[in-house]
Structure formats: C-alpha cells, structure tokens
C-alpha cells in the first residue's frame, strides 16, 4: 500500500513555497514565463499577505496559498483585532471547506502558529471535515462558543462564470485525507492548548468510543504523537506514558515513537517499559529543555556511527 510517499509528498508541497523548492518552482513556473519581471517582482518583495487574502475578486489558490505559508498573526505585528477576526475567519474557510488539499494543508499551516484561543477548535474541526464530503461537514456554531465563526462554504465560480463542485459527493482520496489529518495533528502541537492536547490524546490512544474517526489509521496516530512531543508539555507526558502502556508492543513502529516523545519531552533514557516510565509520571514531570540543532546532529551522527 504506497501511502507514505503520497502523504509525505503532499505536506511537503504545503511547505515547499517558503523555501529554496518554491523558488525553483517559480522560476520555471508558466506564469513566470508570461511575466517574468512581476514574478521575479513578487519572489524578492513578496506582497502582504493580508492584502493577498482581502483580495476582491479572490487571487489564484497558488498566490492565497503562499500568502498563507508566509502570514504572520495580525495582533502580534500591530493590527487590529478586526484584522485578527478576518483572518482567523479566511483561515478557518479555507482549513475546514476548500476544495484545494494544498489550500486547506496551507491554512492548517498557518493557524498552527497563532496563539488565538480560536485557532484550536478550529484545526479541530479541520480534523473532522478532512474527508473533503461537502455532506457531513461539521458545523462550527452548534459547538464549542469559541468556533462561531462564519465558516459556511463558499460559494465559487470558475473563470468562465459556471459554478465549480467544491468538493465530489466521494470527497478527497484516503490518502488525501490522511495527509490532511496528519498536517492537523502535527499544528495543533505547535500551539498546546489543554484541548488540543486532549484531541491530540484521544488520537494517539486509537481505542475505544472516545476516538475519533481516522485515529485508526497508523500514520494518523504517528502524527498525533508527533503533535504531542511537539507541544513540550508535562500533560503530554501524561498521555504519552498511558498510550504507551495501553499499546503494550502491539505495533513496534507505535511503541518506538511513544517512546522516542517520552525520552525527549522528558530527557530521561529509560527503556520502552510502561512501569518505569509510569514511575516517572506519578515523581511529577519535568520538561526537558529542547535540544538544540547541535544536539539532533550529534545524535544523527551517533546512530549512523552504530549502523
């Protein structure tokens, strides 16, 4: 089942605009082709991103995408709380009902770095509407207050002025769906709130009624507990510790990442034993200081030194 490379393939390409590939990709893009000064323009000083996104009638995906990638929180760069509740509102749009995966992993991107108490319902709710069916799509204003956000799907045209299917009655491949999911978990990580750590928990478990829909899927836990190393928190320490015990060595690349978190949200070089590290979590948990880029070096260079 070749499912990884397709999954990599597309959190990749949500990422790839901000660095060397998306300059590559511009230069030998058509649109630089047809106008090769604005867009060699526009690669050097890019435009504000604000002003990408208020854009009437709307840019082209690509041009909303890469403002996206490059957004910073409106708040934290002395804007108006109006600016931060628009743009809390386009993203919240474009990660829970675009048609685009590119668009949705873009916005996830995004939301991943503001510390809006909003931004964590609503990568929530990405989560849920990631199967891209237009039917079932969770509405935002029947739960949690901090999710009444005007998020009703859109309604486009294509250039020609006839309406486009947002998305297929089928909704987005599973593959599709799993890199969405996995861009998700990966984001709520990076901005640990008490919720997101719960959502996060109750993915990397994988059991039980309490699970939600995709937490089955292999790859989908790996990122929840991916999310959950990233968020640096003793909670997460917590649920690490019970996902481990609860796994119990029933799939080993499951039980090595549990592990891997634990070793490095708490520093501790225990092996992957339940009881011990149960132990640890019952003496009170004490985050580790991150590693440095040195640190991840060395111990790159270490285990190729043990191959």
């Known amino acids: 089942m070749f499912r990884v490379p397709t999954i990599v393939g597309l959190v990749v390409a949500s990422l790839a605009m901000s660095g060397c590939t ?15 000064y604005d867009t060699t323009k526009k690669l050097v000083s890019p435009e504000d991103p604000i002003v990408v996104l208020r854009a009437s009638p709307p840019r082209d995906g690509d041009d909303r995408a890469k403002a996206m990638l490059r957004l910073k929180e409106p708040l934290t760069t002395g804007l108006t709380q ?26 996830i991107h995004a939301l991943g770095r503001f510390q809006d108490q909003r931004a964590g319902g609503i990568l929530v709710m990405a989560f849920q509407n990631a199967h ?11 739960s949690d207050p901090l999710l009444q956000l005007a998020v009703a799907p859109p309604i486009r045209t294509s250039p020609r002025g006839s309406p486009l299917l947002l998305n297929a009655p089928t909704g987005f491949p599973p593959e599709t769906v799993a890199a969405i999911r996995c861009g998700t978990l990966e984001a709520i990580g990076r901005s640990p709130r008490s919720e997101g750590i719960q959502f996060l928990a109750s993915v990397a478990v994988g059991t039980g009624n309490a699970a939600p829909d995709g937490a089955e899927d292999r790859d989908v836990r790996l990122a929840a507990i991916r999310g959950l190393t990233q968020s640096r928190t003793p909670e997460a320490v917590v649920v690490l510790a019970q996902a481990l015990a609860a796994d119990n060595k029933q799939d080993l690349a499951i039980t090595k ?9 708490t520093g501790k070089g225990l092996p992957p034993d339940p009881e011990q590290w149960n132990a640890v979590v019952q003496a009170g948990v004490v985050i580790a200081p ?17 191959k």
């Open 257 to 265: 990442r549990l592990h891997e978190g634990l070793v490095s949200l």
């Open 132 to 142: 891209g069916r237009m039917n079932g799509m969770s509405d935002p204003t029947q």
């Open 290 to 306: 991150e590693p440095t880029w040195l640190d991840s070096a060395v111990k790159t260079a270490e285990g190729w030194i043990k």
């Open 22 to 36: 998306g300059t590559w990709d511009t230069l030998t893009s058509r649109r630089f082709r047809q106008a090769p």
């Open 82 to 107: 109006r600016d931060q509740d628009e743009v809390i509102d386009i993203l919240a749009r474009a990660a829970t009902t675009d048609p685009s995966p590119y668009m949705r992993l873009a916005a």
